[in-house]
């Protein structure tokens, strides 16, 4: 296994593999729920996020957006995507730009967004997004917006080996890290990795979950144990 950074060339791979894992996570879940078709708008809200900010074809879209992939190449020669992390650096104070993600209270919502497609889970994007934002660190930090593994290569060290990536690289500039937890599991792993909760997330009808901040650690690279 390998991690590369992604482009626009991988957006077709990476909202497939996004939809499938958030269909099934506790929050996710409870937002596409509201859908007239679940699995049609969460896609669509993940290609439409994907397009205009993270894997854009514009490189100034994508400034401040740092996409990481863990790849494999299989048997028969072909890469093969087993996990992605979307992470935003941090903002320096009086900057322009939104450390909450391309769906921030404030933000135009991106170009494409069918707000009838996505029917009343847009005021819940809308909801989870304000309450985010609410207990974000004030010091500038980097923000993991998502993570996510392919179902076959849960077990495998894939989620450790992206995280630990990725916060190798908010040490060597002592940075600040945040994020959300959906799930006891994921938040028990994020506190192994030097996590620690700052508020629980429970405006209805959203289901609970944490928001979780690890302090900076500029002499110490992260070295978790426990799985991916």
């Given at each position: 296994m390998a991690i590369r950074p992604g482009g626009p060339a991988d957006l077709d791979v990476v909202v497939g593999l996004l939809t499938d894992v958030f269909l099934i996570d506790p929050l996710m879940s409870a937002i596409a729920a509201a859908a007239p078709s679940p699995r049609t708008a969460l896609e669509h809200l993940?290609?439409?996020?994907?397009?205009?900010?993270?894997?854009?074809?514009?490189?100034?879209r994508r400034a401040g957006s740092v996409v990481d992939l863990a790849v494999a190449i299989g048997s028969d020669g072909e890469e093969r995507v087993l996990g992605v992390a979307l992470w935003d650096a941090p903002v320096p104070p009086g900057a322009q730009g939104d450390p909450a993600g391309p769906l921030g209270p404030g933000d135009a919502p991106p170009a494409g967004i069918d707000r009838a497609l996505l029917g009343d889970a847009w005021g819940l994007v809308l909801l989870d997004g304000a309450q985010c934002e609410a207990a974000r660190p004030e010091q500038p930090h980097w923000y993991l917006y998502m993570v996510a593994v392919a179902p076959q290569a849960r077990g495998s060290g894939t989620g450790t080996a992206l995280l630990?990536?990725?916060?190798?690289?908010?040490?060597?500039?002592?940075?600040?890290?945040?994020?959300?937890?959906?799930?006891?599991?994921?938040?028990?792993?994020?506190?192994?990795?030097?996590?620690?909760?700052?508020?629980?997330?429970?405006?209805?009808?959203?289901?609970?979950?944490?928001?979780?901040?690890?302090?900076?650690?500029?002499?110490?690279?992260?070295?978790?144990s426990g799985r991916g």
């Open positions: 993940h290609r439409v996020e994907l397009a205009d900010r993270y894997l854009s074809a514009d490189a100034a630990r990536h990725g916060l190798e690289r908010v040490d060597a500039g002592g940075d600040v890290a945040h994020l959300e937890s959906t799930s006891p599991g994921s938040r028990r792993l994020y506190e192994r990795l030097g996590f620690r909760r700052v508020a629980v997330l429970d405006h209805e009808p959203l289901p609970v979950y944490w928001a979780m901040t690890r302090p900076a650690h500029p002499a110490h690279p992260a070295r978790p």
